[in-house]
Structures are given as structure tokens and as C-alpha cells.
């Protein structure tokens, strides 16, 4: 099957090392989504599964076999680039069939499978058209193209949404979980945006400094983060993390009290998420709104705090005011609590309703 | 490879069948060729030994020859004027004739011409010299003393309406030679040593001027103006040579008479007499063959050929004897001149006169200094063109290029070591460059040829600056050749010949050009710009026409249009009322009309240059400019120049390289005039290697110097201008 | 933004004015090739009085001693030469300049100040020992060795140009084409060079000129008149007591008109091309 598998994978440019030792198993048919913020290494790491960039130590693994010396063409991978990497020089019908004259497929074969792939896509009218005469989304769909006429059996896609506006995106993004779906074949997504990551993976892989996270379904993450980072990486608006230090069953921070429930002792980091946040008339934290965020029926409310900024919801029809003072409190048992240096998660809340 | 194999291929065709032909060079045109390649036609139909002949352009010969020779790779014979004889003799590529040559057929002042210290080289050919053309309906008889000729000068001319008693090339020093003799002057004194600064030096220059003056000749006369005013019936007496026969309008009436006598000292004015000479080569294939073409080509039919079509005075006396030649007037005229003519001397010597002469004469005739003074600064040119071999002695090091070898050996070394101890934390080869191997076997074919045919010649250039070279033989010197050029030796540091004089000369034309391309090749891009203006690609390749024209075509053309008489931009200021301005004779004029020419050809580049660099500027940057109120001048200078600066920069810093080495333009349009004020140091250069003795040295260490101006140059703006510059 | 009726008709007038100053000249030349007079003559109008054809007839018509048909054979040898220098210029410039600009390795940055320092070589001074270099080569007397010349001698530019031109081509499309499943020589000629066109046919052009236009080396290294490239076959006209003017003039035009014709073909590629390359560097 074709499943991919990456063991100690390191690579560093000159002196500066990117990735410091990955080890990561994605199954055939997943639809992995690594992310992480920029420098991470999670781009590198798609190269070295491309085959474009070369690992200083480690091994790539398809389909059980080691592949880590197989040039990018024998690996039988597909890739849909940021910049989406269209041929300008070429038609929309000569950039799908390229792959394919190149692997000397026969002619009918080679038009056959364009003509599929475009229909799949729509593209079928703007088959002899350049590039240049395309707009975003048709260019993002001719990429995609590209690679499905070649029907790898792993696609790779480097950050494929980041060009496009948002009402595109979101379009993509639905057209994008449909051909997995279609398709069933494993892919392997790059971004850095965590809507993408929660709403297309089957399981995400975060990433910081060269170094894997934590990976898991999507809301696995979301709710047990292995650590200070994946947790604040995911949400949004991301969640409040405050130093704070166990007194008795509380936890005590700068200008806050919060009673909570777990077996852990001394300096720890409190985490909480805006959404399990409310302001009211009374509650452990207390600060000036710096910012005020409507939605509609609620919003945000950005306050400074004793402790440092914290995020809150509140309800829309509450009067807050940008220099009022409010009150926030907790709504029930949602602290998740980690190490002080953040690398451990020591307790999470309940599982959710 | 592939390379290889066409090179291979090619080569190949230049190999000759096993019986090679003789091989016989020469520069003639016209009526000249047709009578040498008859004349080895007919050699062949006698002697059955094939002949190859190659007509060599003029400009070239010289080169040509002085690299072939040596090198074993030139002709078996070759026509030369009998003047460098000494420097083939020196070379040792000519071989002697003294047994061969029947002496007693040539007139003797043509043998005499061939003897380089006792020994024979070469069969004489032909002779030029110079005799006065006498328009006879203007002049009835020719005159005897320069007395005479005064008065006949003075009844015929009219300054006023442009009519003139004598027309001649008087800036040329072959032509002012011959008063230089009826003055009573020596050229060279007892030790054979060139002398200038003498008594009959200063008079003849005075005569000259005072012909000028006086209103008998016109000012700045060159062979156009002379051929026209004779034709026209302009100009009564014209002095030239035989091939001024070919040029005369056959309606104009003439006799050929030798020059007159100077009447104060009695002596004839008496010019040089050059002989023409078929020379077997030393290295000559079959030397008996060689040496039977070259007499063949001297004698008999063959002079019957260089009579007619050639138009050359024959050099045998039997050719005199043919019918044809009794009744040709012209030819007996020359004859006659020759006998009162002097072989110029075959002399190392003379070959130094020519320059310093040019320089005093032009200098006297235009009025920059005077007749009495013009000797001492000839005498000054001379002293600084004519370099002592400077002797090793007295400079420590100077006697073997061993000790500098070995220093600069030990000095790479240091480098590489150096170098090796700062890469710092070794990082593995292969990761380091993971690519090195495509990389380098993409690069080798061009690093190769790159390394063999311009760093290897380069290097060779570099070393022999730090020799002497003197006929073949080079010495070593040490960093002499550095130092007699940066202490401007035997020279003021202001005069032209000074390098600090030529280098500033070199700023000044880099800088002026450069600056006059960018100007005008920036405002024409400006103006381009619009893309919906009217007729823009017609604009854009009329305007480019300038760069696809070759330069040397344009220099020569813009030369022809700065032409003291006949150029088109003397008659476009005539036409505007103004005075015609004589370009080469100041070296304001000079400089601007070597400037206008390169501004000409150069423009171009840089509008095309910046054409594209603005349309690398985002448009809404104007719109954010405009909506700011910022006006279309507010918007050049702030936005347009500024964000055109990293762009332009290295198209500039190029083009300041490409000017700085610009010879072309500065060689074939002021040549240097006046006085070499104009010449660049790249000019100057090749002046030392090919016009001054094969200096290659000392234009060696000229070269290296340019070399390092350059480098200093680009490594300081681009310190100056940061990292944005290439 | 409308221009105003008066900026636009001075701007035309500028460029009518600085077209007039770039084509007098050749006029001026068209005027004395037409003439029939060999020498100069004192006149302002770039258009001749009389016209005849009869220096282009000398100029083409010129024949050896042995009834060669020398202008043929001179065109001939121009055109091989220029044809052979631009393809052996060409492809080692395109290599060079690709792995320049897109591997790493050591040297590279020395050779990229090489190719620069090569530029300030005065030429004319390596006519010795280059003379020497191509008789221990055995390519004296041979257009081989012409060719190798010239293709050398425009390569720095060329290099540097190409180099500058491969840079602005996203790489990602080499990328894209390397997961397509191409050989890097395929990527390379399929994707690269299409891409690089513009910058190609400059260089192409540069190459050609160089080899087109070069007379000195050619008089000194070939031997044979019937072998001489045009524009040595040309300076036989500037003669070391007169210049034919009239045949000169014919001459030139007949040596230009080919460099000017692939000026005007390739003219499109002009600003794109050299801006890429030459600009950015």
C-alpha cells in the first residue's frame, strides 16, 4: 500500500540545521496536513519527501521501501506548488499532458486522462489558453491538474491556497477534501493556516523549530495538546496562557485566582481558551479592554491583565467599551495546565460535551 | 569534444597538399595587384612552381607580418618598402641576396637602398618619390630655384578666392623631408644618432610656415584636398608622388618636374627615396624558388607590368630602354627626381624620426610654436619615445625573473592558506555543495576556453611587462617598465605622452561618455515610455540604428564627417553661417569630435538599457505619487531615478569599462591628434607595441596599469554603491 | 491621466530630432556608396546628386587572380564564421551561465568576478601572445581557430547576461518539472531555454556581432584572401595613401545590413532580454 513513512529525517543549510529529526508515519489514503509558523521546516520537509531536497541523515519510506536516494521522478509522487509553477511558455493542455509525453504514456492515453482531469476540474473550455490568461483560481485548478492526470500515488501540496482570497479558499478547500474523497489516495499538505489544517486533515502534524510537535486528528489537538506551543498554535483566537503556580487546590497568578482540579505541583503554565471564557460581573480576572472584536450575537474582548493580555467572549448584547474595566471568568472546568516551560501538557479538561 | 572535433575538422582544411606553393604577400590595390598577381602569373606559366598571393589590407601588413615571421608561419616572400628592412634583418627573418643579385640592372640608389651593413637584402621592385606636378596652363615653366618658385607661388595665388600656388600633405613629415635636405639640415649626426634641433631644421620649417602665411598653400591640407584643387585648377603645383598620376582629371594639362633648388644653400630640394623590394623570407620553404620568384618579379616582363597597368616607377634600369616607358613622361619625370633623391635610411634610427617630426611640424604650421623651437621639442619626443633598455644594474633584482617567481609563488601559497584557515567549521564537501559535480561539468567548456584563450594570453601580457623587448630579443627588467611609466620618465607629467596626462585624458572621455550615453539614452527612454504614444516602434528602431552599425564603420564614417574640408559637419556649420572648425588640430575639438562619435554609437544601449529598467517599475507606484500630489518632475526624481539606480548600475559600470577601452573610436578618428593629446591609455598602449619598435614590454606594463585602474575602479564603486550593484 | 496636446508634440519633436542625429550619418554613408565619385566631397545633403550602382558592382564583383569570386567567398566565410562562433558561443554561455545561476559550487563566485574582470583586458594587446597560443595550437590559418576566439571573447558578457536572466526564472518551474518526472537535461531544454528566449536571442545576436565585425585578428590569422572575412576584405578600401572612399561606403553598407536586419528581427527581445541579464546581474 502506499503509505509513507519518515525516520530521523535531518537536514540542516550550511551551519543552520531546518530539520532537526523527524520521525512521522502517515497512512495510505490519509490526508495529512503538517503546519506550524514559517521556518518551521514543514516546507523542507515536503521537499524531502518530493525528492527535491536531499536529507542529511534519515530515511523516506513508500510503501515500505527506502526511497530516500530515489530521484523525485521514480517516487511516483505528485506536487502542487505555492506559486503553482505553471509552464508559462505552455498551453493549459501542454502543461497537464507534460508529465505525461515525458513518461511516454501513448498519445490516446495522454489525451484521454487530460481530458478527464479537466472536466474533473472544469478546465475543459480554458484548455488551450496560456497561463497568463487564467485567473487565480483557474491557475490553483490547473496545478492540481497537473497533478492528478498523472495519478501519483501521493500528492504533495506546498501551501496550494495561500494565493487565492478568502471566498476562493474556502471554495477550494471544499473542492479540495472532495477529490481526496474521490480520489482516496494519501496527501501530504503543507500551510499555515489552521482553518486548513482542522478542516481538510484526517490528521494534522504540527511543527516548530525543525522539530515535530505533535500529530493527531484535528480535534485531538484541539483538545488534548501535547504541549504549551501546539496549543497556542491551534484556535483561534488563539488560547490565553498565563505563568501561575499551584497553591493548595488553586492556581495563583499575577492579579488571579482560579480554583482547578489536577495532580501537579509548583510553577506550571495555565492555559485557556477565549471560547471557554465569558465576561460577567464577576470572575478571577480582572483588566482594561484594549479591543473590542463583534461578531454579531458575540465578539471578543481583548483585555490587559495583570498577568498580560488575555482574550475573552462575551455575550453581544453586553455594552462593552474600549477603557472599561471588566470582569472575566471561566465557564466551568477548562483550564488545561502544562509544564512552565511549556513542553508538557500536565492536564487537560474533561473531554467536551 | 564536439568543439574539438570542428576545430579539428577545420584545421584540417588549412593544411596544403604536398607540393606547397610559394607563398608571396603584399599590400597593393588596383592597378598594382593586377600587375604583381599578372606578373606571378606569368612566373608560373615559366617555371611551373605554383604561386599563392595574398593581398594583405595595408593597416594589417605590418602586424601581420611581425607575428607570422617569427613564428616561421609568413610568407616565403613579401613586397615591403625597403624602410624596415633593419627590423627584418634584426629579426632574422629575411634572407640576404648579396650573391644573387645582379647589381648593375637596377639603378644604383635602389641596390643602395637594400644594404643593411654590407649585406644585400631583396630585389628592388619599384621606387615612389616625391616631384612637383606642374599645372601647365597655370605655370609655363617649371621652376629651377625656390627663388623662381616664390615668385611663380606669389603670381598664382589668391588666398582670397581660394586659389593657391602649391598644394601638399605639409603636415606629413615624408613631404617636409626634402626641404629638410635643401636646407642643408642632417637627420642623424655622426654617431647615426636622429638630430632635430639644427639651424637648416629651424629654416626649413620656417619656409614652410612662411608658405603657409603668405597665403601660397592652404592650411591643414590632406590628399582629398589636394587631389580636388589641382583638378579643379585651383592649385598651380601640387608636390606628391607617382600614385598622384592615377588621381589627376584627364582634362588637366601637367608636367612632372624634380623639386627646384633651394637658392640660399644651392642644394636641391631632395626628398626620400623608397624602394619597393620583393624579400625572400629566411625561412622561406624552397629558398631557390623564393629567391626565383623575387628576381623574376624584379625584372623583365615583370617591370613591363609594373609599368603598365601598376603606374610604379621600375626600379630596373632596362625597363627604361622599353618603348612603352621612353614614351611615358611621368615615368621619366620620377626617374629623373630619383636621382636627386636620398634612400630613405634603412636605419632602426629613422623609424624613431617620424613621430617627434610630426609633432614639430603640425606644431610649427599651426602656429603653436615656433620654427626655431620646433627642433628641441621634437628632440624632447624623441628622447621620451625612444627608451634606453634600462639597464639591470643599477636596480637590485632587476638581472634574473627568478627571485620574482619565487616570491610570487610563496605569496599564493600564503593566500591559498589563508584563505583555507578562514573558511571557518569545515562543513562536509557534499553538503557543502551538493550540486558541485552537474555544476562544474556545466561550467568546464566555457572556464576552459576562457582560461586558454584569455587568461593564458593575459598572463603572457602580464609577464612581459617585466621585460625589455628590443628585434625579437626580450630581457628581463624587473618592474623598470612600471617605473619609467609612473615617474614619467624623460617627459613632464603634463605632457601627452605622460601616462598621469593619459590617464586623466581617460577619465575625462570614460567619464564624459558615460555620462553623455546615460543622459541621453535615459531622456529617449523617458520620452518612450508612453506606451500608447504615436509611432513608438518606429522611433525605438530608427533610434537603435546607431548600435547595429559596426563601430569601426562608424568611426571611419564620423572621421570622413569631421573632414577639415569635405566633411558633413564643417558644411552643416557653413551652411549655418559659421566657420568650419578644423576638429583635429586642438585638443578640445579633438576630444568632442571623438565624443560626439562614441556618444553616437553608444546611446543607444542604454536607452534600450532603461527602457527595460522602467518598465520594471510598478506603475501604481506613480498612481500612489499622483494621488500624493506629487508632480510629474517630483515624480522622476523621486521615484523614477531612484528606483532605476540598481538597475542601471552595472549596465553603467560595464559601459565605463568598455569606454575606458574604447580603441577603436580614439585610433581611427583624432588618431591621437593633435599630438597624441587624444589618445586613451589603451591607445597609447598599442602605440608602444605597434608604432614605436615593438615596445611590447613597456605596453605590456601599460596594459597591466589599465588592468588595475579598472579593478580598482569597480571594486571601489561597488564598495561605494553596496550590495544592490552586481 | 490625458496628456496635454502640447507635452505629446514636443515629445515627438524630440524624437524626430534624435532619429534625424542617428540617421544622418547612415544616410551620408547610403549617399557616398551611391556616388559616383571615390572620394569625398564637400556636401551637406545626406542624398546624393547622381546615382550609380557602380561601387556595389566593384565591391561584389571583386575576383582574385585566379577568377575566385572573392565578395562570395568572403560573405561565405563571414557567414560560417559568425554561424559557428554563435553556436559555440551560444552553448557554452547557456551551460555556464545556467549552472552559475542555479548550483552551488566551489569557485563559482571567483568565476562570476573572473567573467567581470575578463572585461578589462585591453584586447588588442593579446594580439601577440594570442598568436603564439593558437600556433602551438595549430590553429593558425583556420576559421577553427577564429571561431574559438570570438566565442570566447564575447562569452564573459554573454555569461553574465544569461546568468542574470536564468536568475529571474522561478525555479520552482524546474521544480515542477523534476516531480513531472524530466531529467535535469530535460528540464533544462524544455523548460529553461523556451523560458530564456529573449535573453537567448541577445546573446545570440552579441555573439553573431562580435564574430561580424571583427577585423583585426582575422587579417592577422588568415592567409588567404578567398578565406578573409568582410570587413577585412572592407579595410583593403582605407588604403595607406588613399581610401576609397566610394568602395569603402558600399562596403560598409553591405557589411552592416545583415547585423542591422537580425538588429531589427530580434529588436522585440532587445529590452527584455539585456534588461533581464545586464540589469539585475
Known amino acids: 500500500m502506499s503509505g509513507l513513512r519518515l525516520v530521523g529525517i535531518r537536514k540542516s543549510y550550511g551551519d543552520h540545521p531546518v530539520v532537526k529529526g523527524v520521525d512521522l508515519e502517515v497512512a495510505s489514503g490519509e490526508f495529512l496536513v503538517m503546519v506550524g509558523p514559517s521556518g518551521c521546516g514543514k516546507t523542507t520537509l515536503l521537499r524531502v519527501i518530493a525528492g527535491l531536497e536531499a536529507v542529511d541523515s534519515g530515511q523516506v519510506l513508500m510503501s515500505g521501501a527506502d526511497v530516500t536516494q530515489v530521484p523525485p521522478r521514480d517516487r511516483d509522487v505528485g506536487m502542487v506548488f505555492q506559486s503553482y509553477a505553471l509552464y508559462p511558455h505552455m498551453t493549459v493542455r501542454e502543461n497537464l499532458a507534460f508529465g505525461l509525453e515525458l513518461r511516454k504514456v501513448p498519445r490516446a492515453d495522454v489525451d484521454a486522462r487530460v481530458a478527464e482531469a479537466a472536466a474533473m476540474l472544469e478546465l475543459t473550455n480554458l484548455l488551450e489558453r496560456k497561463p497568463k490568461a487564467l485567473s487565480g483560481g483557474q491557475r490553483q485548478r490547473v496545478a492540481m491538474g497537473r497533478v492528478i492526470v498523472r495519478r501519483p500515488r501521493l500528492f504533495l501540496f506546498d501551501e496550494p491556497l495561500s494565493n487565492l482570497d478568502t471566498a476562493l479558499r474556502v471554495q477550494m478547500r471544499g473542492e479540495l477534501a472532495r477529490l481526496h474523497r474521490k480520489l482516496g489516495v494519501t496527501m501530504v499538505y503543507v500551510t499555515h493556516d489552521q482553518v486548513e489544517a482542522m478542516t481538510l486533515a484526517t490528521r494534522v502534524a504540527v511543527f516548530d523549530k525543525g522539530v515535530l510537535q505533535q500529530v493527531g486528528p484535528p480535534l485531538e489537538l484541539y483538545h488534548r495538546p501535547g504541549n504549551a506551543f501546539v496549543a497556542g498554535f491551534l484556535g483561534s483566537p488563539s488560547m490565553n496562557l498565563f505563568d501561575a503556580r499551584r497553591e493548595g487546590t488553586a492556581l495563583v497568578g499575577a492579579g488571579f485566582r482560579l480554583e482547578a482540579a489536577g495532580d ?27 479591543a473590542v472584536e463583534r461578531l454579531g450575537f458575540d465578539g471578543y474582548v481583548f483585555l490587559e491583565t495583570a498577568a498580560g493580555p488575555l482574550t475573552a467572549r462575551f455575550d453581544g448584547s453586553l455594552p462593552v467599551e474600549v477603557g472599561q474595566t471588566v470582569r472575566v471568568r471561566p465557564n466551568g472546568d477548562v483550564a488545561h495546565v502544562f509544564s512552565a516551560d511549556g513542553a508538557r501538557a500536565l492536564r487537560h479538561p474533561e473531554a467536551p460535551r | 569534444m564536439r568543439w574539438l572535433a570542428v576545430a579539428l575538422a577545420l584545421s584540417a582544411c588549412a593544411d596544403a597538399p604536398a607540393a606547397r606553393p610559394l607563398k608571396l604577400w603584399h599590400a597593393y590595390r588596383g592597378g598594382e595587384e593586377q600587375a604583381i598577381e599578372r606578373a606571378v602569373a606569368r612566373f608560373t606559366e615559366e617555371t611551373h612552381v605554383a604561386v599563392e598571393v595574398l593581398s594583405v589590407p595595408y593597416d594589417a601588413f605590418s602586424s601581420k607580418l611581425t607575428s607570422a615571421i617569427p613564428h616561421g608561419a609568413g610568407p616565403d616572400v613579401f613586397i615591403f618598402a625597403h624602410e624596415r628592412l633593419r ?134 591640407v590632406s590628399g582629398a584636398l589636394v587631389k580636388s584643387l589641382f583638378n579643379e585648377g585651383r592649385a598651380a603645383m601640387v608636390i606628391s608622388g607617382p600614385w598622384f598620376t592615377g588621381e589627376i582629371d584627364p582634362s588637366v594639362r601637367y608636367r612632372i618636374t624634380p623639386l627646384p633648388t633651394v637658392s640660399e644653400t644651392g642644394l636641391p630640394l631632395t626628398p626620400f627615396l623608397g624602394v619597393e623590394a620583393a624579400l625572400v623570407s629566411s625561412r622561406a620553404s624552397r629558398p631557390d ?86 627642433g628641441a621639442l621634437a628632440e624632447r619626443r624623441y628622447a621620451a619615445l625612444n627608451r634606453e633598455q634600462p639597464s639591470g644594474r643599477d636596480r637590485p633584482g632587476a638581472t634574473s625573473p627568478w627571485p620574482w617567481l619565487v616570491a610570487l609563488a610563496g605569496g599564493l601559497v600564503a593566500f591559498a592558506v589563508r584563505q583555507w584557515r578562514r573558511r571557518g567549521p569545515p562543513v562536509p564537501f557534499a553538503r557543502r555543495y551538493p550540486e558541485a559535480a552537474r555544476g562544474l561539468a556545466y561550467v568546464a567548456p566555457a572556464a576552459v576556453g576562457i582560461a586558454v584563450l584569455i587568461v593564458v594570453p593575459f598572463s603572457v601580457g602580464i609577464s612581459l611587462a617585466f621585460f625589455h623587448h628590443e628585434a625579437g630579443d626580450y630581457t628581463f627588467v624587473g618592474l623598470a617598465n612600471f617605473v619609467d611609466i609612473l615617474t614619467s620618465k624623460g617627459y613632464r607629467v603634463t605632457e601627452p605622452l605622460s601616462f598621469w596626462f593619459t590617464l586623466a585624458v581617460t577619465i575625462a572621455w570614460t567619464f564624459v561618455n558615460v555620462a553623455l550615453h546615460l543622459g541621453i539614452g535615459l531622456g529617449l527612454a523617458l520620452l518612450l515610455k508612453d506606451p500608447l504614444l504615436k509611432l513608438r516602434a518606429v522611433y525605438r528602431v530608427v533610434l537603435i540604428v546607431p548600435w547595429a552599425v559596426p563601430n569601426y564603420i562608424t568611426a571611419l564614417m564620423w572621421k570622413g564627417m569631421f573632414h577639415r574640408q569635405f566633411g558633413a559637419i ?71 531615478l531612484p528606483l532605476l539606480k540598481p538597475a542601471l548600475l552595472p549596465s553603467v559600470i560595464l559601459g565605463c569599462v568598455w569606454t575606458f577601452n574604447m580603441f577603436n573610436i580614439i585610433y581611427l578618428v583624432s588618431g591621437g591628434e593633435p599630438g597624441g593629446a587624444t589618445d586613451i591609455l589603451v591607445s597609447e598602449a598599442y602605440r608602444w607595441a605597434f608604432q614605436r619598435n615593438e615596445q611590447y614590454g613597456f605596453a605590456a606594463a601599460y596594459s597591466v596599469l589599465i588592468f588595475f585602474v579598472l579593478l580598482g575602479w569597480t571594486r571601489l564603486t561597488r564598495r561605494l554603491t553596496g550590495p544592490e550593484a552586481a | 491621466m490625458k496628456r496635454p496636446g502640447l507635452v505629446t508634440a514636443l515629445v515627438h519633436v524630440g524624437l524626430v530630432l534624435a532619429c534625424v542625429v542617428a540617421l544622418y550619418p547612415v544616410l551620408w554613408v547610403v549617399k557616398l556608396a551611391l556616388s559616383p565619385a571615390q572620394a569625398l566631397t564637400l556636401s551637406v545633403s545626406p542624398f546624393p546628386e547622381a546615382v550609380t550602382l557602380d561601387h556595389f558592382r566593384d565591391v561584389v564583383g571583386a575576383t582574385d587572380s585566379q577568377g575566385r569570386w572573392l565578395f562570395g567567398r568572403q560573405l561565405g566565410a563571414s557567414v560560417v564564421v559568425s554561424g559557428l562562433t554563435t553556436v559555440v558561443g551560444l552553448s557554452l554561455a547557456v551551460t555556464a551561465a545556467y549552472a552559475l545561476s542555479r548550483f552551488r559550487f566551489p569557485g563559482k563566485d571567483a568565476g562570476m568576478q573572473t567573467l567581470l574582470v575578463t572585461q578589462m583586458f585591453p584586447a588588442t594587446l593579446m594580439l601577440v601572445p594570442l598568436f603564439s597560443l593558437l600556433q602551438a595550437l595549430g590553429l593558425l590559418d583556420s576559421w577553427a581557430g577564429l571561431v574559438l576566439v570570438y566565442s570566447t571573447s564575447s562569452l564573459p558578457f554573454c555569461v553574465w547576461m544569461l546568468k542574470g536572466y536564468f536568475d529571474t526564472i522561478p525555479r520552482e518551474l524546474e521544480e515542477a518539472a523534476t516531480m513531472d518526472g524530466a531529467s535535469p537535461w530535460q528540464t533544462f531544454v524544455k523548460v529553461v531555454l523556451p523560458l530564456a528566449r529573449p535573453a537567448l536571442a541577445v546573446t545570440a545576436l552579441f555573439s553573431f556581432m562580435t564574430a561580424w565585425n571583427e577585423f583585426i585578428l582575422a587579417a592577422t590569422l588568415i592567409n588567404d584572401a578567398g578565406r578573409f572575412t568582410l570587413p577585412v576584405a572592407l579595410q583593403q578600401y582605407v588604403g595607406e595613401w588613399k581610401t576609397e572612399w566610394g568602395h569603402f561606403a558600399a562596403g560598409a553598407l553591405l557589411v552592416s545590413a545583415p547585423v542591422m536586419a537580425l538588429f531589427f528581427a530580434l529588436q522585440r527581445f532587445l529590452v527584455g532580454g539585456l534588461t533581464a541579464g545586464a540589469v539585475k546581474g
Do not use: C
Open chain 2, 570 to 640: 564643417n558644411g552643416l556649420l557653413a551652411a549655418l553661417g559659421l566657420e568650419p572648425v578644423s576638429w583635429f588640430t586642438h585638443f578640445s575639438t579633438s576630444f568632442a569630435a571623438n565624443v560626439i562619435t562614441n556618444t553616437w554609437l553608444g546611446f543607444p544601449f542604454m536607452m534600450v538599457v532603461s527602457l527595460g529598467a522602467l518598465q520594471s517599475i510598478p506603475q501604481d507606484l506613480y498612481e500612489a505619487a499622483e494621488v500624493d500630489g506629487a508632480s510629474k518632475w517630483t515624480q522622476l526624481r523621486r521615484i523614477t
Open chain 1, 264 to 290: 501537579y505541583a509548583g510553577d506550571v503554565k495555565l492555559g485557556l481558551r477565549p471560547q471557554d471564557l465569558t465576561v460577567s460581573a464577576d470572575g478571577p480576572f480582572t483588566g482594561e479592554v484594549a
Open chain 2, 87 to 220: 627590423q627584418f634583418h634584426r629579426l632574422k627573418v629575411v634572407a640576404p641576396t648579396t650573391q644573387r643579385l645582379e647589381r648593375a640592372r637596377y639603378l644604383p640608389s635602389t641596390v643602395e637602398a637594400l644594404d643593411v651593413d654590407g649585406e644585400l637584402y631583396g630585389y628592388p621592385l619599384s621606387l615612389k618619390t616625391l616631384a612637383l606636378f606642374v599645372n601647365t596652363a597655370l605655370v609655363t615653366d617649371p621652376p629651377e630655384t625656390t627663388d623662381q618658385w616664390l615668385s611663380q607661388l606669389e603670381a598664382t595665388s589668391d588666398a582670397e578666392r581660394a586659389r593657391f600656388g602649391l598644394a601638399y600633405a605639409a603636415g606629413d613629415f615624408y613631404l617636409h623631408a626634402p626641404f629638410v635636405f635643401g636646407f642643408g639640415a642632417r637627420l642623424f649626426d655622426d654617431a647615426g644618432r636622429a638630430s632635430f634641433d639644427t639651424k637648416g631644421m629651424a629654416r626649413s620649417l620656417a619656409f614652410v610656415k612662411a608658405l603657409q602665411t603668405r597665403g601660397f598653400m592652404p592650411q591643414e
Open chain 2, 289 to 374: 624558388d623564393a629567391h626565383r620568384l623575387a628576381e623574376f618579379l624584379s625584372r623583365g616582363e615583370a617591370t613591363a607590368l609594373r609599368v603598365n597597368p601598376g603606374r610604379q616607377i621600375p626600379a630596373e634600369l632596362a625597363a627604361y630602354e622599353r618603348p612603352e616607358v621612353v614614351g611615358d613622361e611621368a615615368i621619366a619625370a620620377f626617374r629623373r627626381a630619383a636621382e636627386r633623391a636620398v634612400p630613405t635610411p634603412n636605419t632602426l634610427e629613422m623609424a624613431k624620426v617620424w613621430e617627434p617630426m610630426k609633432l614639430a611640424l603640425r606644431g610649427v604650421l599651426q602656429g603653436e610654436v615656433s620654427p626655431e623651437a620646433a
